[in-house]
C-alpha cells in the first residue's frame, strides 16, 4: 500500500528541561506551533503553577510519552520503524491540561487529562500545541519523587529566550495514515460506552497476571467475580482487546490507580474499539486501542457517512466558528446557538473530529475542543475512499438499476446491492473481508452519493 | 594519472596507493569512475577490482551522501581497519558539504561498519562527534574484533583512547545498549571454543568498564550513576538485566549507597523486578547507618508492596520489619497493611503476623466472594442457519470466502452450491475473475472457495477428472496433501467430492445445518430425504455428516434411503455406538537434533471408520498417522480455520473429534499460535460429559504456549461447567496423567484453574473434583504448592473437603514453611 509521508518540522525555543534545585522540581515544557483562542502560535503560553500528585504527573507523562515512541505491532517484512517519534501534544482548556501522543504504529491512542484538582497555579491561555519530550528530560521526570513539589511551565516568554538562545529544531515524518489515524480515534471513542469499572486493586490483578504475549486476533475481557477475566467469546458486554502487550503502558500507573473503566464500542464479533481509563489522583491516563493490533486507527472508515454529507460540511464550519477550546462541548448550547438541531451538530461535530479539530472524552460523555498541531489542509483531506468515491461518480462510473448499482472502477464492475434492510453489500474484495464493519468502501460510498444527487 | 592508471591501482594496489590515487582524481575522472563504481557494487562487477576498493572508488567520487551510501550498503570485506582509515582520508580531503548527512545516515542504518567508519571520520577530524544514539550504541559492536584478535577489550580501547571517557559514559546511558551488551557478555562469556577463561572475561564489556574504573580511567561515581539512571527511564526490561549485573560488579561501597539514597529508594518503584531487589539488597545495608532516611524509604515500599510477585513483596516485608527494629520510631504499620490484599496467601499470612507482633488490628480479610451452589443452566438455542436464497446471494457468500474462510459461511456456500449448481449468478464473471486471480499457497482453506467457485461457474466441457482436488493441511516443500484416512485429508476429500458433485449438477444438499453450532433437527432431516426424488442422487458422504451432524440418540430416527441403506458408513453413524477409548503416548522426533516428544494418543478399540467415515467417524489407528499429522498445516497461517471445518462435521461427537484433534493440541504446546482454539470452542458446545478425550484435549489446551489457546480452555470449563455437563473427575484423571507423562506445564494448568474458579461458583465444585483426583500425583512434584493453594482456597470456600495424600500430611505435621507444607496444613485444617 502506497503511503504519504510529509515531515512535521518542531521548532522549539530550546529543548525542555527539568531541574532540581531549593526542595522542588521545575519542569519547563517547551511548546512548537499550534493554535491559541487568539488564533495560530508559534510557541503557546499556557500554564505556569505546580502539578499536584508530582509522582504519579510524572509516570502519566512518561507513560504518554512512551506510547508516542512505541509501534506495538511490527507489519511482516519491515525490518526498522519507519517513523521517528511525534512529540505529544498538549491542550489547555482553561480548567485542566491535556497531554496526548499517538504510537507509531496508528493503533494506540494515550492522553493524560490533568483534572482541576491537580492544577495549582495561572492558567494563562486556552489553546493546542506540541510539547518538547526529549531523552534528558525523559531521564530526570523519571526521577520524581512524591515528596517534592513539581513546579510546571507550558510554554515560556518567547521575547524573553529567544535573544540568547539558539532555536531547536526537530524533523518528524509523519505519514498520512499516522496523521489520520491520530484525527479518526477520537470518532471511534466517540461511539463507546460504559462497560465496566473495577477497583484499583482487582486493576492491579489483572493487568500484572495478563500473558506478555499473545496472538494477535481479539480475545474480550468481561466481569468474573469481583475482577476481570479474558475470554475469546465475543459477548456484546465486553471490551475488546487485540494484542494484550497494548494494555502495558497503564503498568506503570498501576501503583496511582484509584479504579480502572474500560468502553466498548458497538458490538463487532471481529473486534471493536477498547477505551481503557485508568483513574487517579485529580487525573485520568485513557488509552484508546484500535480493533486489532494489526489495523491502525486510520482505516476504520466510520465517519465516511458523514463526511459524504455535503450538509455537514457547511455545518462543520459554522460550528467550528462557536468553539473556544471548552474542556466539554455542550451539543445543547451550540445547538442553541448555531439554530441547527443537535443531530446535526454531532454530525458536525464528527466531521471536525475527523480534521483533528475536537478531541471526545468517554468520561465526560462530551467532545472537547483541541485543534492538531498538523498542517490543517492535509488533515482535511485524509480520507482516500472518499476522494475516490467522488472521482468514480465524476468520471460517470456509477450506473444505478432499481436498488442495484454497478460501478466500474478499472477493469472490474462492482455490483452494489441494497438488501431489504437498508445495508448495501458490495463485491469487491473489501467489503467481503470487513462486511462495512470498517465504514463503507468506495463503492458504496459512490452509489450513495449518486442516489443522494438524484433524490 | 589518468584514469586507466586508476584503475589499476584499484585492481592491483595498496590501500595506501588507492587513497593516494582517489584523492587526486581529477574532476573528469571522477565523473566518469563514479557510475562504473556504483554498478561494480549495485550491477555486478566485471573486473577484478575488490569489493572494499569498489566502495572506496564509490566515496571518492559521490556527488551526495545518498551515492555514497551505496559503498556501505552494497560493499562489503571491510574486516581490515586499513578501509576505514582509508575512506577516512578520502573523505577528508574531499570534505563535501554532504558529510554530515552521510555520517547521520551511516548511523540511522545501523551495523558495525558503518560505525567504525563514523569513528574514523570523528577520530581524522573530517567531522565533528556526532550527536547521535547509533554512534554510542554501536560502541558495543564497533570496537571488539570478534573474527581473529582475541585480546582483552581494553586492548582495542587502548588503540582509541578518545573512547574511554564520556564516549564510554555515553554509551551505557543511550537506550538500547543494553540488551546489546548483556549478548556480547553473554556470547563472549559462553565462546566455549576459547581456551582462556580469563580473556574471556576481559573480552566483556562488565570487566573492560570494571577494571577501566579501578584504573581511575574512568570515573566511577558516574558510571555508576549511569547504571542506577537506567532501570528508572521507561526502557524495555530486555535493556535493564546488563544493568544490575554491572551494578554487582561494581559492588558499591557503604558511602556511594548514602550518597544514592534517593536513587536506591527510586529503584523500589519501578517495573523491572531484578532492579527492585537490588535496591532492596542495598538499602538493606544501609539501613543501620544513622544516614538512612525512613520517610522516602516508606513512601516508596508502597509501590514495592503492591507488586503481583511473592518474592519481592515478601523481601520487602522482611525489609520493613527490620527497619521496625532499626528504627523504634518508625511506625511500618500502614505500609504492610497493602501487603495485606496481595493475590497470595502466604504473603498476607506473612503481613498478618508482622501486624500482629507490632500489636497493631490486623487487617480484616476482603470479604471474598461467598460460594452459592448454582443450578445447571439450560444451554439457550444457537441461532437458526438460514439458506442461501439465490445464485447472486451464493456469490457474495463465496466472494467473502475467498477473503476469509468461515465455517457457518461455507455449509451454506455447499448447499447453495448444491441446490443452485444450474443457476448462474450476474455477478460470475467476477466471481470467476476473483477465484481465478486469487495466489493462495497449498493448505490454505480459501483454496476450497476457490475450487468450489471455478466448478460452479467453468463450462462443465472445459474440466478433467482430477481438477477439483482440495489439498489441505500440506506441508513440506513440494507441499504433499493430508493422507486421506486422517481428519485433516477427510475435511479435504469431503470439499473435493462437493466440488465434482457441483460440476456434474444434480446433486442433493442434505448436510446444511439448521442452527449455527452445527447441529441438525432429525425431523428436517427426513424431511429433506423425503423430498428427494428418485433421479436425484445423494452424496454418501454428505448423508454421513447429516447423520453425525443430528444429535446421537435421534440418529436412528433418520429414514435412510433406499440407495444408501447398505452403506456401512451409514449404518455406523445412525448406530451411534459409544467409544471405547484406551490412550497410548506416541514417541515422536522428527529430526536427530529435536528432543523427543510424547504425544498423548486415544484409540476407539470398538470402531473402525470405513469408506465414507474414514478418518471422520472413528479413530481406530491413530499411531499410524500421528508423525505426520503433527506436521499438517505447520506453516500454513489459516490452519485454524482448517481446524473449523472440521469441528463443523462432529457437533455430537466432541471425543472424537478431541481424538482427532490431539496432534495439533500437542503441537500448540509449543507454539506460539494456537490453531486448535476452534475444536476447543466445539468441545465447550457439548451438550453430554466430557470423556476422556475431550478432557485431555481441554487440559492440553490449558498448558497451550498461546494466551488464546489456554484461554479458550477456561472458557470451555467454564461453559461446560455453567450447563452442568463438566466431569471434574474425568479432567482431573486427565491432568494427572499429563502431568505423570510430563507432557504439559503445571503451572500452566493451575493458573488455569485458578482463572476458572475465580470466574463464577459453578466451576468450583468440579474444579475441587479435578483436584482430588489430580493431588493424587502431586508429592514430590515442584509444581505441587500451585495446585494445593487452590486447593486450600476452594476447600476454605465451599465447605468441602479433600483427601490428601499421606505424605502431605506428614509435611503438613512438621515445621516446614513451604508453600506446600502451608497449604496442606490449610487442607487439613479440621
Not at chain 2, 214 to 230: K, M, N, P, S, T
Not at chain 2, 273 to 294: H, T, W, Y
Not at chain 2, 449 to 466: E, S, Y
Not at chain 2, 763 to 782: G, N
Request: glycine share 8%; charged share 25%; with cysteine.
Amino acid at each position: 500500500m502506497a503511503t504519504t509521508t510529509d515531515e512535521q518540522t518542531y521548532t522549539y525555543v530550546r529543548p525542555s528541561e527539568l531541574t532540581f534545585g531549593g526542595g522542588r522540581a521545575d519542569l519547563m515544557l517547551a511548546t512548537s506551533g499550534g493554535r491559541t483562542a487568539a488564533g495560530p502560535a508559534a510557541h503557546p503560553v499556557f500554564f505556569d503553577g505546580f502539578l499536584g500528585h508530582p509522582e504519579q504527573a510524572a509516570a502519566a507523562l512518561l507513560a504518554v510519552a512512551k506510547v508516542a515512541r512505541t509501534r506495538y505491532y511490527m507489519p511482516p517484512g519491515m525490518v526498522a520503524a519507519i517513523l521517528r517519534a511525534a512529540d505529544p501534544v498538549v491542550t489547555s482548556n482553561g480548567d485542566r491540561l491535556r497531554f496526548e501522543s499517538f504510537s507509531a504504529c496508528c493503533g494506540v491512542y494515550a492522553r493524560y487529562d490533568a483534572l482541576p484538582g491537580s492544577l495549582d497555579g495561572n492558567v494563562l491561555d486556552t489553546g493546542t500545541t506540541n510539547v518538547d519530550f526529549n531523552p534528558p528530560m525523559r531521564d530526570a521526570l523519571a526521577r520524581i519523587g512524591g515528596l517534592e513539589p513539581l513546579h510546571l511551565q507550558v510554554g515560556e516568554d518567547v521575547v524573553v529566550r529567544t535573544l540568547d538562545t539558539e532555536v531547536t529544531e526537530k524533523k518528524v515524518p509523519l505519514p498520512e495514515r499516522w496523521l489520520k489515524g491520530f484525527a479518526e480515534v477520537q470518532l471511534a471513542s466517540a461511539a463507546v460506552a460504559p462497560a465496566f469499572e473495577v477497583a484499583a486493586s482487582e486493576a492491579r490483578r489483572f493487568i500484572r497476571s495478563m500473558p506478555s504475549s499473545g496472538s494477535r486476533k481479539p480475545v474480550w475481557v468481561v466481569p468474573a467475580g469481583r475482577g476481570l477475566r479474558i475470554t475469546t467469546r465475543p459477548t456484546p458486554d465486553a471490551v475488546s482487546l487485540s494484542g494484550l502487550d497494548r494494555l502495558k503502558p497503564l503498568e506503570p500507573m498501576l501503583r496511582f490507580a484509584r479504579s480502572l473503566r474500560a468502553y466498548a464500542a458497538p458490538h463487532d464479533p471481529q473486534g471493536a474499539t477498547g477505551v481503557w481509563e485508568l483513574g487517579l489522583d485529580d487525573a485520568r491516563l485513557v488509552l484508546a486501542l484500535s480493533p486489532e493490533s494489526s489495523r491502525g486507527f486510520s482505516g476504520e472508515g466510520g465517519v465516511l457517512w458523514d463526511l459524504a454529507d455535503e450538509q455537514s460540511a457547511d455545518d462543520a464550519d459554522l460550528i467550528s466558528a462557536l468553539l473556544a477550546f471548552e474542556p466539554r462541548i455542550d451539543t445543547a448550547r451550540l445547538a442553541t446557538e448555531s439554530g441547527l438541531a443537535e443531530d446535526r451538530v454531532t454530525r458536525a461535530l464528527g466531521r471536525l473530529g475527523a480534521a483533528g479539530r475536537v478531541g471526545y472524552d468517554a468520561a465526560e460523555a462530551a467532545y472537547f475542543h483541541r485543534e492538531l498541531p498538523y498542517d490543517a489542509d492535509r488533515l482535511a483531506t485524509m480520507h482516500p475512499r472518499l476522494r475516490d468515491a467522488i472521482a468514480l461518480v465524476d468520471a460517470g462510473a456509477v450506473r444505478l438499476d432499481g436498488d442495484t448499482a454497478h460501478v466500474r472502477s478499472g477493469a472490474a464492475e462492482h455490483v452494489v446491492r441494497r438488501t431489504a434492510d437498508g445495508d448495501d453489500r458490495c463485491t469487491c474484495p473489501w467489503y467481503a473481508k470487513h462486511k462495512g464493519a470498517r465504514g463503507p468502501c468506495k463503492h458504496v460510498l459512490a452509489a450513495d452519493l449518486v442516489r443522494k444527487r438524484r433524490a | 594519472m589518468t584514469l586507466d592508471g586508476v584503475l589499476a591501482w584499484l585492481e592491483r594496489g595498496g590501500g595506501d596507493d588507492v587513497t593516494r590515487a582517489l584523492v587526486n582524481l581529477t574532476e573528469s575522472d571522477r565523473k566518469a569512475l563514479g557510475p562504473k563504481a556504483r554498478g561494480w557494487l549495485t550491477r555486478g562487477n566485471p573486473t577484478r577490482i575488490p569489493s572494499n576498493h569498489a566502495a572506496l572508488a564509490v566515496l571518492a567520487t559521490a556527488d551526495g551522501w545518498r551515492q555514497a551510501m551505496v559503498a556501505t550498503t552494497h560493499g562489503f570485506g571491510f574486516e581490515r581497519s586499513e578501509f576505514f582509515e582509508c575512506a577516512s582520508a578520502i573523505l577528508k580531503a574531499r570534505d563535501p558539504g554532504w558529510l554530515p548527512e552521510f555520517v547521520t545516515g551511516l548511523l540511522d542504518d545501523g551495523g558495525t561498519w558503518n560505525w567504525c567508519l563514523v569513528r574514523s571520520l570523528v577520530r581524522a577530524d573530517a567531522v565533528a562527534k556526532p550527536d547521535h544514539p547509533e554512534y554510542y550504541r554501536g560502541t558495543v559492536r564497533g570496537v571488539p574484533d570478534y573474527t581473529r584478535d582475541r585480546r582483552p577489550l581494553i586492548d582495542r580501547l587502548d588503540a582509541d583512547p578518545g573512547l574511554i571517557g564520556n564516549h564510554l559514559l555515553g554509551m551505557v546511558s543511550t537506550e538500547g545498549t543494553g540488551r546489546l551488551l548483556a549478548y556480547h557478555d553473554k556470547f563472549e562469556e559462553g565462546a566455549h571454543y576459547v581456551s582462556d577463561s580469563a580473556a574471556m572475561a576481559a573480552r566483556t564489556w562488565r570487566v573492560t568498564l570494571l577494571v577501566l574504573s579501578q584504573e581511575e580511567r574512568l570515573d566511577r561515581g558516574r558510571l555508576l550513576d549511569a547504571v542506577l539512571a537506567a532501570p528508572l527511564r521507561d526502557w524495555a526490561s530486555a535493556d535493564l538485566a546488563w544493568y544490575v549485573g554491572m551494578h554487582d560488579a561494581l559492588a558499591p561501597t557503604l558511602d556511594e549507597i548514602a550518597e544514592r539514597q534517593g536513587t536506591y529508594v527510586r529503584l523500589l518503584t519501578v517495573e523491572h523486578g531484578p532492579s527492585v531487589k537490588l535496591a532492596q539488597r542495598e538499602l538493606l545495608r544501609l539501613m543501620p547507618d544513622p544516614r538512612f532516611e525512613a520517610e522516602p524509604f516508606l513512601a516508596a515500599s508502597q509501590a514495592a508492596l503492591g507488586r503481583s510477585d511473592k518474592a519481592t513483596v515478601s523481601a520487602h516485608l522482611r525489609l520493613l520489619e527490620k527497619l521496625a527494629k532499626a528504627h523504634r520510631n518508625v511506625s511500618i504499620t500502614d505500609t504492610v497493611r497493602i501487603a495485606s490484599e496481595h493475590t497470595r496467601a502466604d504473603v498476607r499470612d506473612q503481613a498478618a503476623k508482622i501486624l500482629a507482633r507490632l500489636g497493631a488490628e490486623p487487617t480484616r480479610p476482603a470479604v471474598g466472594p461467598r460460594f452459592v451452589a448454582v443450578d445447571p443452566e439450560v444451554r439457550p438455542p444457537a441461532p437458526r442457519l438460514e439458506p442461501v436464497g439465490s445464485a447472486d446471494e451464493l456469490a457474495e457468500v463465496l466472494l467473502g470466502l475467498l477473503e476469509e474462510i468461515d465455517a457457518v459461511e461455507l455449509e451454506r456456500a455447499i448447499d447453495g452450491l448444491l441446490r443452485l449448481a444450474d443457476e448462474r449468478p450476474a455477478t460470475a464473471d467476477l466471481l470467476l475473475s476473483r477465484a481465478t486471480a486469487a495466489d493462495l499457497y497449498d493448505g490454505d482453506p480459501r483454496i476450497a472457495a476457490r475450487i468450489l467457485a471455478c466448478a460452479w461457474l467453468l463450462p462443465r466441457a472445459r474440466v478433467r477428472d482430477g481438477y477439483w482436488s482440495v489439498v489441505l493441511g500440506a506441508t513440506g516443500f513440494p507441499s504433499v496433501p493430508a493422507a486421506t484416512e486422517t481428519f485433516v485429508g477427510a475435511i479435504g476429500r469431503r470439499l473435493t467430492e462437493i466440488a465434482h458433485a457441483v460440476q456434474g449438477g444434480g446433486h442433493v444438499s442434505v448436510a446444511l445445518p439448521t442452527s449455527a453450532d452445527f447441529s441438525l433437527d432429525a425431523t428436517e432431516l427426513n424431511r429433506r430425504l423425503r423430498e428427494v426424488r428418485r433421479s436425484r442422487p445423494i452424496h454418501e458422504m454428505e448423508l454421513l455428516i447429516a447423520l453425525l451432524r443430528v444429535p446421537t440418540g435421534a440418529r436412528a430416527s433418520v429414514v435412510v434411503p433406499r440407495s444408501l441403506r447398505k452403506s456401512r458408513a451409514i449404518a455406523q453413524a445412525r448406530a451411534g455406538r459409544v467409544p471405547s477409548w484406551s490412550r497410548h503416548v506416541a514417541l515422536d522426533q522428527r529430526s536427530s537434533w529435536e528432543p523427543e516428544r510424547r504425544i498423548p494418543l486415544f484409540r476407539d478399540d470398538h470402531e473402525e471408520g470405513t469408506g465414507a467415515a474414514t478418518g471422520i467417524l472413528a479413530r481406530s489407528t491413530p499411531e499410524r498417522t500421528v508423525g505426520a499429522e503433527t506436521t499438517y498445516g505447520e506453516y500454513i497461517p489459516r490452519f485454524e480455520q482448517t481446524l473449523g471445518l472440521g469441528a463443523a462435521l462432529l457437533p455430537h461427537d466432541h471425543d472424537v473429534l478431541a481424538a482427532h484433534a490431539h496432534p495439533y493440541l500437542h503441537r500448540d504446546l509449543r507454539k506460539d499460535r494456537a490453531c486448535s482454539v476452534p475444536v476447543i470452542d466445539a468441545i465447550a458446545r457439548a451438550r453430554s460429559s466430557n470423556g476422556p478425550p475431550s478432557s485431555s484435549a481441554i487440559v492440553l489446551a490449558l498448558a497451550a504456549q498461546d494466551a488464546r489457546g489456554r484461554t479458550a480452555a477456561q472458557d470451555a470449563v467454564l461453559d461446560l461447567a455453567r450447563y452442568g455437563v463438566l466431569d471434574g473427575h474425568e479432567l482431573g484423571r486427565q491432568t494427572a496423567l499429563l502431568l505423570t507423562d510430563d507432557i504439559v506445564v503445571g503451572q500452566r494448568i493451575s493458573s488455569g484453574l485458578t482463572e476458572c474458579a475465580r470466574a463464577g461458583d459453578a466451576a468450583v465444585l468440579p474444579i475441587l473434583d479435578a483436584l482430588q483426583e489430580i493431588v493424587r500425583i502431586l508429592p514430590d512434584r515442584r509444581d505441587a504448592g500451585a495446585f494445593l493453594e487452590l486447593a486450600a482456597d476452594l476447600v476454605e470456600r465451599t465447605g468441602r473437603t479433600i483427601e490428601l495424600p499421606t505424605e502431605f500430611g506428614e509435611l503438613a505435621a512438621g515445621k516446614a514453611t513451604s508453600m506446600v507444607a502451608k497449604a496442606a496444613r490449610r487442607l487439613l485444617k479440621p
